[in-house]
């Protein structure tokens, strides 16, 4: 029997219409024929253009192309395919988070960058001393659209570090930072850093398991967001509006501690129980089992007692080795975790109910 060339065929009916896929993007921007396309008003989902196959098929695909489903991280046993590739042996069970090197707290010491970040600036810190220091040529990052009072999320490339400082900060909406790798790469940038939940973070894992070529080598520094889930952009008009009267050019910064927190331009602060957050959760979120984004270089959140550290999980021997030097060089300040004693059995607690949701049977075999 001929070995099997799972394409977009496969894709399609596998993860794309059986609720695994999350939307990250990493197919389109695999596909060498630029046949795939990208939903980013609302659905947030690729999809194949009518020529070359239509909808559900592809004629690349039926001639052998498989870079679709060799850079997606929802793709049959991607997890335990990826764990190999980036640490030599799967996770354990009792590895909730992932598999880790150190858990520390971090944060910037450039108060630019401690204040513009939504915790420690942490993320922003690596990324200014990754692109001054040649470790990257560009970040895939996220900004607000616009002058930001639509608060639509979109993916774009920073080259600087004012770049950096205006992406730093969350938006709890979705934007598939991967997608600015085209841009980034047409610039002439040879060597990219991803910022992104764990949905995108296994994308160049997956890329670098399954030999996707030069899109994989690409991919140098990738720096994960802690998620449990996110939000659809209509959370806007029909939550928050609707219910609290907080108009989304009012809102100044939100973060999630518990509750949605948010700030607006006046000044006061409200919180809306994310309790009644939940019926505006993304589609793509329903099946995803990863929150501590496994594997990044470098996973980050906000959970835990300090407000303006960030939660940082170093995985790899490169995030050590950058987080190490940025030490040596005073850019960011590292202090022990069990200074919160209750924040990794929160993270193991919350990475475990993320896996509750994972849908095992699309993991393991054809449709
Ligand atoms: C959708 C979402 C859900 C999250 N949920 C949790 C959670 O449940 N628990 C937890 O502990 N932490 C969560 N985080 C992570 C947390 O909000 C911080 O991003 C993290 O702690 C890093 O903080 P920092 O100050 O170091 O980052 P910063 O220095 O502020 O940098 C943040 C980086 O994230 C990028 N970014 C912002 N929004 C998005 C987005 N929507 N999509 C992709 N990239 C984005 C920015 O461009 C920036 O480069 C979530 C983040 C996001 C985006
Ligand atoms: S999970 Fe990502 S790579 Fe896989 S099909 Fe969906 S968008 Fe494409
Ligand atoms: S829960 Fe977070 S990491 Fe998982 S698919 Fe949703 S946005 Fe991505």
């Not at 616009?146 to 600087?160: F, H, I, L, N, Y």
């Not at 004012?162 to 930072?177: F, I, K, L, P, Q």
């Not at 002439?188 to 894992?205: D, F, I, N």
Request: aromatic letters at 8%.
């Amino acid at each position: 029997m001929p070995p099997e060339k799972p394409q977009w065929a496969e894709l399609y009916r596998e993860v794309v219409t059986s609720g695994a896929c999350t939307g990250c993007a990493a197919c389109v921007v695999a596909c060498p024929h630029d046949v795939l396309g990208y939903d980013s008003d609302g659905r947030y989902k690729p999809f194949h253009v009518e020529e070359d196959g239509g909808a559900e098929d592809c004629t690349h695909g039926v001639r052998g192309c498989t870079l679709c489903t060799r850079a997606c991280p929802r793709f049959r046993s991607w997890e335990a395919e990826i764990d190999s590739h980036l640490f030599g042996r799967e996770r354990a069970p009792e590895e909730a988070y992932g598999i880790a090197r150190r858990v520390v707290l971090a944060r910037a010491t450039d108060p630019d960058l401690l204040a513009a970040g939504q915790d420690g600036g942490l993320v922003s810190a690596l990324l200014a001393y990754a692109l001054e220091h040649d470790v990257v040529d560009a970040a895939l990052v996220s900004y607000l659209e616009g002058d930001g009072t639509s608060w639509k999320a979109v993916p774009g490339v920073a080259r600087t570090r004012a770049e950096v400082v205006a992406a730093a900060g969350s938006r709890y909406t979705y934007s598939a930072n991967t997608l600015a790798f085209a841009e980034a790469t047409a610039a002439g940038s040879e060597r990219v850093a991803l910022v992104g939940m764990g949905c995108q973070a296994s994308a160049p894992g997956a890329m670098a398991a399954r030999k996707a070529g030069k899109v994989a080598r690409r991919f140098q520094l990738t720096i994960g967001l802690l998620c449990s889930k996110s939000f659809d952009d209509a959370i806007f008009p029909e939550l928050f509006e609707a219910r609290y009267g907080l108009r989304r050019e009012d809102i100044v910064k939100m973060n999630i501690k518990g509750v949605f927190q948010v700030w607006t331009r006046d000044g006061s602060y409200h919180e809306v129980p994310l309790k009644e957050a939940h019926a505006w959760t993304r589609e793509g979120c329903a099946q995803c089992p990863d929150f501590a984004a496994e594997h990044a270089d470098i996973s980050t959140g906000g959970i835990g007692a300090f407000g303006d550290w960030t939660l940082t999980i170093v995985r790899t021997s490169r995030g050590e080795e950058l987080l190490d030097a940025m030490e040596r060089d005073g850019v960011v300040e590292v202090r022990p975790v069990e200074d919160d004693p209750g924040v990794v059995p929160l993270l193991e607690k919350l990475s475990r109910v993320s896996r509750r949701r994972d849908p095992g049977a699309v993991a393991a075999a054809p449709a």
